[in-house]
């Protein structure tokens, strides 16, 4: 029997709808209490709020690449507030050297190859999540041009794409 865990707060998640995936031995999905952070909003309550709860560094990704929302944890990781970076391509949130480039985000030939992007871009494209997808990126740090290591996961929810990070090193 397949076991299911959430891959944003990695609690267990009920079986119900999901008879018909084949077996193996773990799946990644989405539990209903990270599915009402992003549904709280219609309901009144602010989203930030309820993601700040989630303890894993998130970011809601738009169809445009810009950051809708980013959690206390990714705040904390990535060196941001949440003011400065809402509406910000997420080439500026995460410090990516090429987002300096005059063409921007998106639009330099490195681009092309983001693992990020990519996975943001797929999860729009198809509906299906990407899990735990290693990436690399080339960062702008004040004192010198450095790597960070990461490992990501998307799961799209309405119009908005949710981006985890874990196991940033730098």
């Known amino acids: 029997m397949m076991k299911l865990v959430c891959a944003w707060c990695g609690s267990a998640i009920e079986r119900s709808g999901y008879e018909r995936m084949p077996d193996s031995s773990i799946s990644h ?13 219609e309901c009144g309550i602010p989203m930030q709020r309820h993601i700040d709860c989630i303890p894993i560094p998130i970011l809601l990704i738009d169809a445009n690449n810009t950051t809708v929302a980013m959690n206390a944890k990714a705040c904390e990781i990535l060196g941001r507030t949440p003011e400065s970076s809402t509406g910000a391509q997420f080439g500026l949130v995460f410090d990516c050297v090429h987002y300096l480039l005059p063409e921007g985000c998106g639009r330099t030939v490195h681009c092309s190859g983001c693992v990020i992007r990519k996975s943001v871009a797929a999860t729009f494209d198809t509906g299906e999540p990407q899990v735990l997808v290693p990436a690399t990126l080339s960062i702008d740090n004040p004192d010198q041009l450095s790597n960070a290591v990461l490992t990501i996961t998307t799961v799209k929810r309405d119009r908005v794409v949710l981006l985890r990070i874990d196991n940033l090193q730098q």
């Open 29 to 41: 999905g989405m539990c209903p209490t990270c599915c009402q952070v992003l549904d709280s909003q």
